[in-house]
Each structure stands twice: as C-alpha cells, then as structure tokens.
C-alpha cells in the first residue's frame, strides 16, 4: 500500500502526502498526467473523429448532447471528490488467485456463451442487418473476457480485452463504434488495474456513461429509427383526429385532407412524411443522457435511478410525438411555409422545458411515493443517584426516511 501513498491518501497519517493538490502529491498529478496524455495518444484519431461529429458548430445535430456527456462525468467526480480522496488505491495485478475469481470468471463465460446459443432468435423486422451475427460476435467478446478474467484477474483482464476490441474495431471489423467501444472498455480496465475495485465503486458511473455520447452506426441508427418514425405518424394522427382533423396514415405518411376555398371541393390530400429526423431518436437520445445525468447526481437507491432513466424513453417518445401533430396541424391551418420553417425547427427546443419538467416529475414521485421507516437506536439510561433505580430505556421510536 506504501507504493500508492502518492496517488491517493489514506487515513493513515504516514501515508497522507505532504504537499499537492487535492489530497494528492505534486508527484501523483505527474503520474496521472502521464497516463492521461498516453491514452489521449493511443487513442487519438478517435478522440478527433468523435470531435468532429459531436461538436456544437460543424458536428452533427443528432450527436450534439455528446459534448455534456463527460462534463457531466466530471461534475460527478467532483461532487465525489471527498470520498474518492479519502479511497485507498488497491491495484489488481493477478498476484491473487481466488476461488471468488474463478466463480465470477465461469459465471461470465457461462452468460457469453447464454448470448451465443439465444442469437439466432433474434430478429429486428425486415433488418438487413445481421443482428445475429452482430450479437454472436459480442458473445464471443463476453465470453473472452471471461476467460482474460479467470487468467489475468479483472484489471489486467479487462484492461486487455478493451485493447484487442479497439484493434478489432480497426481491422478486421473496421467499425467505428466498436473502437470506441474498446476505447471506453480500455479506460475502465485501466482505472480497475491501478486502483482497485474500492475506487471503481466511486468512478465507474463516468465511465459507463460515456457510452452515451458514442454515435451509432448509421444502418442501426436508421433500423431502429424506422419504428419510431411508424409509431410518430400513427399517434400524431390519432392526436389531430381528436382536433377534428380528419387525418390518415399510411406507413410513415401523414395524410391529411385539403378544400378549395372557393368551391368547397376536396382537393388531393396533403401528404407530410415522417422523416428518420423527425422519429425522435435524437429526443430519444437526450433525455436517456438527461435523465441519466438527473438520477446519479442525486442520492439515491439504485432501483429509483432505474425507474428515473426508463421514464426518460415514453416521455420523448411523447414529446416527439406532440411535435409531429404539432407541425401537422400548423401545415392544415396556416401552410407549408409555417411548418417546415420556424415551426420544424424549434418545435423540438420548446418541447424541451415540459420534458425535463416531466423527468423532475417522475424524480419527485420516486422519492414520495414510498416512505421508509428507520428504526432509531434506543438511548443510552439517564444516570441516576445512587440508591435510586435508573429509569427504562426510552423505546426506539419510528422515523420517516
């Protein structure tokens, strides 16, 4: 424990530095400054790939909440810093063979191998995508891990199938997304290698969180954004027909009817198509990260954190959903001008403020929907004079949590 005291303190005083930053010495920031500019320089090309897509000015606007993705991992960090200060560093190094390790290794082996045999099952519509194959493959991956686990123990283990996904990312796969995912896998197996599993407890939220800010390949973006742009048209028409508008759909179509205003005669129907950038994945994408961002920067049970993140995918389903009856409503009453210009545009950002509200909503109920008691502990007997017998213990009462 002696080789970490530069790292991180420890409550022991001949391990705490004597000068630094933060709790930690000059020394340790140079050794993290290190690692940290050996990483941005392993992976660099994808750090300014990622840039170049997400970025606020020239990025793309389906990526653009990526760039707050590890802000928000930061700004977690920091609410931690106190506990993660005052952490041991514990490096995992595979000195230690335990049967623990075994168990947890055949138990990954065994889930991989679970995904392997269930792939075929798996379908996605008329996909043209191999989503058994795509899922065979992340099997195989599981499976490795495994295996590195049982063999290297976790750190090391980890840390090396990050490195051999990333590589597989650039060839054979050539696959963006699987680099970066081995990039992610990487910085985990390295914070899990140099400081052990009491600092991952703390740190691993920023770091499975940037999975969020990692841009889809375009053929899954678009396969999943086909049901969404089905299920926007048929709501939205369901919406306007309870405005008197006697709308239709068909596929991702909107068809809504049209009269001269002369004669009264219907004319062709107005058609309005639910375009992949009106289904809703970049609402859909946003609010997961928002409410993802709302229910770890709050204490909370995790099961509360669970409900807060799922309630984010129907309320921007709702949300997108308003937006094209929305737009479909202003084209019927006030023209094409109106609906494909201000209105196209910024529908989504007003739309923004009630969906957060909502997200707040759902936090709020979590947290009063279910009242615990705490038992308090029972007082310590007031002392007495002597010869006279101490009073009772006061009962433990009950208190609202």
Same mark, same amino acid.
């Given at each position: 424990?002696?080789?970490?005291?530069?790292?991180?303190?420890?409550?022991?005083? +001949?391990?705490?530095?004597?000068?630094?930053?933060?709790?930690?010495?000059?020394?340790?920031?140079?050794?993290?400054?290190?690692?940290? !500019?050996?990483?941005?320089?392993?992976?660099?090309?994808?750090? @300014?790939?990622?840039?170049?897509?997400?970025?606020?000015?020239?990025?793309?606007?389906?990526?653009?909440?990526?760039?707050?993705?590890?802000?928000?991992? /930061?700004?977690?960090?920091?609410?931690?810093? %106190?506990?993660?200060?005052?952490?041991?560093?514990?490096?995992?190094?595979?000195?230690?063979?335990?049967?623990?390790?075994?168990?947890?290794?055949?138990?990954?082996?065994?889930?991989?191998?679970?995904?392997? @045999?269930?792939?075929?099952?798996?379908?996605?519509?008329?996909?043209?995508?191999?989503?058994?194959? /795509?899922?065979?493959?992340?099997?195989?991956? *599981?499976?490795?891990?495994?295996?590195?686990?049982?063999?290297?123990?976790?750190? /090391?283990?980890?840390?090396?199938?990050?490195? @051999?996904?990333?590589?597989?990312?650039?060839?054979?796969?050539?696959?963006?997304?699987?680099?970066?995912?081995?990039?992610?896998?990487?910085?985990?197996?390295?914070?899990?290698?140099?400081?052990?599993?009491?600092?991952?407890?703390?740190?691993?939220?920023?770091?499975?969180?940037?999975?969020?800010?990692?841009?889809?390949?375009?053929?899954?973006?678009?396969?999943?954004?086909?049901?969404?742009?089905?299920? !926007?048209?048929?709501?939205?028409?369901?919406?306007?027909?309870?405005?008197?508008?006697?709308?239709?759909?068909?596929?991702?179509?909107?068809?809504?009817?049209?009269?001269?205003?002369?004669?009264?005669? +219907?004319?062709?129907?107005?058609?309005?198509? *639910?375009? %992949?950038?009106?289904?809703?994945?970049? !609402?859909?994408?946003?609010?997961?990260?928002?409410?993802?961002?709302?229910?770890?920067?709050?204490?909370?049970?995790?099961?509360?954190?669970?409900?807060?993140?799922?309630?984010?995918?129907?309320?921007?389903?709702?949300?997108?959903?308003?937006?094209?009856?929305?737009?479909?409503?202003?084209?019927?009453?006030?023209?094409? %001008?109106?609906?494909?210009?201000?209105?196209?545009?910024?529908?989504?950002?007003?739309?923004?403020?009630?969906?957060?509200?909502?997200?707040?909503?759902?936090?709020?109920?979590?947290?009063?929907?279910?009242?615990?008691?705490?038992?308090?502990?029972?007082?310590?007997?007031?002392?007495?004079?002597?010869?006279?017998?101490?009073?009772?213990?006061?009962?433990?009462?009950?208190?609202?949590?």
């Amino acid at each position: 424990m002696q080789s970490t005291a530069n790292l991180s303190p420890t409550l022991s005083s +001949q391990t705490r530095p004597v000068s630094g930053w933060l709790g930690v010495s000059w020394i340790g920031w140079l050794k993290a400054a290190a690692l940290i !500019a050996t990483f941005a320089l392993l992976y660099l090309p994808n750090l @300014l790939r990622l840039w170049q897509k997400t970025n606020l000015v020239s990025g793309d606007s389906n990526w653009s909440h990526s760039i707050t993705i590890p802000l928000v991992g /930061l700004y977690y960090l920091f609410l931690h810093r %106190e506990q993660l200060m005052s952490t041991p560093l514990e490096p995992i190094l595979g000195d230690r063979f335990t049967r623990m390790r075994v168990y947890e290794a055949l138990a990954v082996m065994a889930g991989g191998g679970l995904m392997y @045999l269930l792939s075929p099952m798996i379908r996605f519509g008329d996909s043209t995508i191999s989503f058994a194959g /795509l899922t065979q493959n992340a099997a195989i991956g *599981v499976m490795a891990l495994g295996v590195f686990g049982l063999v290297l123990d976790w750190g /090391l283990g980890t840390l090396l199938a990050g490195l @051999l996904l990333s590589a597989y990312g650039i060839f054979p796969g050539q696959n963006d997304f699987v680099w970066d995912m081995g990039m992610i896998l990487t910085l985990f197996g390295t914070v899990l290698t140099l400081c052990g599993w009491k600092v991952m407890r703390i740190t691993w939220f920023p770091i499975v969180f940037l999975v969020c800010a990692i841009p889809w390949p375009p053929l899954v973006y678009s396969q999943i954004a086909m049901p969404l742009q089905s299920l !926007a048209a048929i709501a939205s028409v369901g919406i306007m027909n309870l405005f008197g508008i006697d709308a239709s759909y068909g596929g991702t179509k909107i068809f809504m009817p049209q009269y001269d205003p002369d004669t009264g005669l +219907q004319l062709a129907d107005r058609a309005l198509n *639910v375009a %992949e950038a009106c289904a809703g994945m970049v !609402a859909l994408m946003t609010f997961i990260s928002i409410g993802t961002a709302v229910a770890f920067l709050s204490i909370r049970p995790m099961w509360q954190r669970a409900i807060i993140i799922a309630s984010a995918i129907p309320i921007a389903i709702m949300c997108n959903v308003a937006r094209v009856a929305g737009v479909g409503i202003l084209d019927l009453w006030l023209g094409r %001008e109106w609906s494909e210009g201000f209105a196209h545009k910024f529908a989504g950002m007003v739309l923004m403020l009630p969906a957060f509200l909502m997200i707040m909503l759902v936090c709020w109920i979590v947290d009063h929907i279910f009242i615990e008691e705490a038992e308090l502990p029972a007082r310590p007997p007031a002392s007495s004079p002597a010869g006279s017998p101490a009073s009772p213990p006061a009962e433990p009462t009950g208190g609202i949590a």
